[in-house]
């Protein structure tokens, strides 16, 4: 079992930056893989990005490439989302979850484990 919790949303305007973070504890971190999704209030949970166990590879929704970047410290639990030229529609709760071994990485059916969320606001 691993248990998550997600920081470091806010409100900010459009174009500005917010970097969340996403503890772990629980479970050996470093063998995991983690993604991070997001949802609107009446919407589907949306693919938002992944990265491996070892951090070699990185996977991201179409909406968010080269604005976003996950990434992991293992050494500290830790997954990230840097998020720079935030528009309006990033605007969504912010999850953070474990990707099940041997599983696709854009499916919210492949994680399980997931934190409470962190809000993300952008004004426009």
């Known amino acids: 079992q691993v248990q998550l919790v997600e920081s470091g949303g806010g409100l900010v305007h459009t174009g500005d930056s917010l970097r969340l973070s996403c503890a772990a504890s629980?479970?050996?971190?470093?063998?995991?893989?983690m993604g991070w999704f997001r949802q609107t209030p009446g919407k589907e949970r949306e693919f938002v990005a992944a990265i491996t166990r070892g951090g070699g590879n990185t996977h991201y929704a179409d909406s968010v490439k080269g604005r976003f970047t996950i990434s992991r410290d293992n050494g500290k639990n830790t997954l990230s989302l840097q998020m720079d030229s935030l528009k309006p529609e990033d605007t969504a709760l912010y999850f953070c979850?474990?990707?099940?071994?041997?599983?696709?990485?854009?499916?919210?059916?492949?994680?399980?484990?997931w934190g409470q969320g962190t809000q993300v606001t952008v004004s426009s």
């Open positions: 629980g479970r050996t971190f470093s063998s995991l893989g």
């Open positions: 979850a474990v990707l099940m071994r041997r599983r696709p990485p854009r499916s919210t059916r492949s994680f399980d484990y």
